[in-house]
């Protein structure tokens, strides 16, 4: 669903007029807010498939701190892959990191290890890798990104969309204080139970990460 669809459903949930633009008028500015924010709070409630992609990085001889584009530091990490030494990497804290690069003398060779330190200007996660490479190699990030606040009417949902417009007629149902019988934390316990029905079905394709192992 595109951001003025889940908006304008969560009006006529409120039993509202629909709108052709988010910003058509205050009210439906705030209905976009609040599809923001449930939007948020589902994305950030798993690691969603359709959230889950691949950020590259190439490496240059002897460099060894790369930014993942496009991560934007609201990424979680899955594992790295060395894609030309055909190996996974290991993390290493950044104590470690710093023995490594400024207590010892840091080996030229296939990358092994990373760990993150900090982010660029633009917001992007920046990560040292080691040893330096001694070379060209690509380095496969397999990440769980969350998307950016909506702000156009056209941009689209990639996670479910049902607890989104749920949470969001809870909110704004707070907000206004009635929606003609049902309260606020009736609205709120079904969007617990949309929620929890969706996680549900996107967990069924990834089994091994709801097993646990004493």
């Not at 470690?96 to 900090?118: C, H, K, R, V």
């Amino acid at each position: 669903m595109t951001y003025l669809q889940l908006v304008n459903s969560v009006l006529r949930r409120l039993r509202e007029d629909e709108v052709t633009s988010v910003s058509q008028n205050s009210y439906s500015k705030l209905i976009g807010e609040f599809v923001n924010d449930a939007k948020r709070s589902v994305e950030d409630s798993y690691d969603w498939t359709a959230l889950r992609t691949t950020l590259t990085v190439t490496t240059d001889d002897s460099t060894f701190n790369y930014v993942l584009t496009g991560s934007q530091n609201r990424m979680k990490l899955l594992d790295v892959i060395n894609d030309t030494s055909d190996w996974f990497m290991q993390y290493r804290p950044s104590r470690w990191m710093d023995n490594a690069f400024l207590i010892e003398t840091p080996p030229l060779g296939a990358p092994q290890f990373y760990s993150f330190n900090g982010v660029n200007a633009a917001g992007d996660n920046a990560v040292d890798i080691y040893p330096k490479p001694d070379g060209v190699y690509q380095l496969r990030f397999n990440v769980v990104l969350r998307t950016a606040d909506f702000t156009e009417d056209t941009e689209t949902l990639a996670v479910p969309s049902s607890p989104v417009v749920q949470i969001a007629t809870a909110l704004g149902a707070r907000e206004r204080g009635e929606t003609g019988g049902t309260s606020a934390a009736e609205l709120f316990a079904l969007a617990d139970r949309t929620l929890s029905d969706a996680i549900a079905i996107d967990a069924s394709q990834h089994p091994e990460e709801t097993i646990w192992y004493s």
